[in-house]
């Protein structure tokens, strides 16, 4: 959390009558206002994690318990929604893994600084996109190659 708002998309990451966090200038206070933040995420994403593991657990065995007199259309449907299911979870995984790397670039005091360029990354772009590694002309540099 970040002054007395939470670091999510849209949400201000400072109040109005504080002072803007800079990356380089980062007190222990605003590191562990920063942190608590990120973990927050971070564990809300172990729970959806869970919650989709058991969900797609239950369908799979009720798609088991179902299999008599499916057809072929039955039968897609049932494989679009586990690959669906699946691709949740992948989603989920791979967006826990990026707050686990802001929690490990803020503990390494890289957290905030572009690893392109090594200019700070606008407080603006860290409260919408909180685990950013990069400036916004350094991403559209990588987005442009792998275009």
Not at 14 to 29: H, I, M
Not at 56 to 79: H, I, W
């Amino acid at each position: 959390m970040l002054g007395n708002r939470a670091i999510a998309v849209g949400a201000p990451a400072v109040a109005r009558d504080e002072q803007p966090l800079t990356a380089g200038a980062r007190s222990l206070v605003d590191a562990e206002r920063i942190r608590r933040a990120l973990q927050a995420r971070h564990d809300e994403l172990t729970v959806e994690y869970e919650r989709a593991v058991a969900d797609t657990q239950m369908l799979r065995t009720a798609q088991t318990t179902e299999r008599n007199g499916d057809d072929q259309a039955d039968y897609g449907t049932k494989s679009a929604e586990r690959e669906t299911a699946h691709s949740l979870i992948l989603a989920i995984l791979d967006r826990r893994k990026q707050f686990e790397r802001a929690l490990a670039r803020l503990d390494a005091g890289g957290y905030g600084r572009c690893e392109g360029c090594g200019t700070a990354i606008p407080i603006e772009r860290l409260e919408i996109f909180p685990c950013a590694t990069a400036c916004v002309s350094c991403q559209q540099e990588r987005e442009r190659r792998t275009a």
